[in-house]
């Protein structure tokens, strides 16, 4: 099995001058050999691209498309791709050098898995480590398939992200690339796909750093004023397919913590008529605490704008 394990490494790269080294080097550094690695410039305007051809240290197939977002990019990626494996590597995330080897013993492991993913750590800008704030229902003290994924994703943060996973390519071929033209929730989208209708094997050990500080953040530069079309498209499959009781109820809850951290995400960004709306959902509710929580932040909200000072008008 182990002579059969091929991985390409897919990197989307969009305006990262100040990472993307760093991010190859990881790759470059890592246990076990990547197969090869694509980027895929999705038209970037800075020095990311000459910065990628001048370094020396990583053989890496550039190709370079008009810009079109990250899923665009990664679908190229996966049509460029030879190896039988595909790793996602956001530019300006990390590998730590045995991530590879790690995925190697899982895929050896667990052969039938169609995703492989590790724990991870955050990183931010003052260069200070933090453990993500995953809510584990049962600890996992090992590698092991994940049959809880969407239970886990509902009260914490995700248990993996999308520079810690690597893909079998025949399962992601049968389960369908990344939607395009979609604002946020691609990786949420692929996620959600595995927990459904393939196996996920997983490692608790911390092998990815997600660097908060890095360029170009869609999570945080774009935040949708409403439902993200991933999870309608989950909410379909809770009403309408023949999913057993216990998953049904974990997938409600699933998409409840994605309109609850979309509330919380336009409550930071002042946007209070557009959390209103998503709060006024009642599927909210099914997650009384982060509701509730979600309630005060908007309470809290309104009387700081009510104590902000009223400008003088010019004289």
């Not at 410039?41 to 370094?55: F, P, Y």
């Not at 949708?224 to 989950?234: M, T």
């Not at 699933?254 to 979309?262: G, N, T, V």
């Amino acid at each position: 099995m182990s002579d059969d394990i091929r991985i390409s490494v897919v990197i989307p790269l969009y305006n990262k001058e100040h990472h993307i080294i760093e991010t190859l080097r990881s790759v470059d550094q890592q246990k076990f050999p990547a197969y090869e690695v694509i980027v895929i410039d999705d038209g970037s305007t800075d020095r990311s691209v000459e910065k990628v051809q001048q370094q020396d240290f990583c053989k890496v197939r550039l190709i370079q498309k008009n810009n079109s977002g990250v899923s665009c990019a990664r679908n190229a990626g996966i049509e460029h791709a030879r190896g039988n494996y595909i790793a996602f590597l956001n530019a300006g995330d990390l590998w730590i050098s045995q991530f590879l080897q790690e995925i190697w013993c899982m895929i050896n492991c667990f052969p039938k898995a169609g995703l492989l993913a590790t724990c991870y750590q955050c990183k931010e800008s003052d260069n200070k480590f933090k453990d993500a704030d995953i809510c584990f229902i049962k600890p996992y003290t090992k590698f092991a398939i994940m049959k809880d994924y969407f239970a886990i994703a509902s009260h914490g943060a995700q248990p993996f992200m999308m520079s810690s996973v690597v893909v079998k390519r025949a399962d992601l071929k049968r389960l369908g690339g990344f939607p395009e033209n979609e604002l946020m929730g691609e990786d949420q989208e692929l996620f959600s796909r595995f927990a459904l209708y393939d196996k996920i094997a997983y490692s608790p050990r911390v092998m990815a750093i997600y660097q908060l500080d890095a360029d170009n953040r869609d999570c945080i530069n774009n935040v949708p004023e409403r439902e993200c079309p991933f999870s309608r498209r989950l909410q379909l499959i809770a009403d309408n397919s023949a999913l057993n009781q216990s998953l049904r109820s974990e997938l409600l809850d699933y998409i409840a913590a994605h309109l609850l951290h979309l509330a919380k995400k336009n409550i930071r960004l002042g946007r209070l008529p557009q959390a209103r709306l998503i709060l006024n959902d009642k599927r909210c509710q099914r997650i009384t605490v982060k509701h509730w929580l979600c309630e005060v932040r908007m309470l809290l909200a309104k009387i700081q704008r009510q104590l902000l000072p009223v400008p003088e008008l010019a004289k």
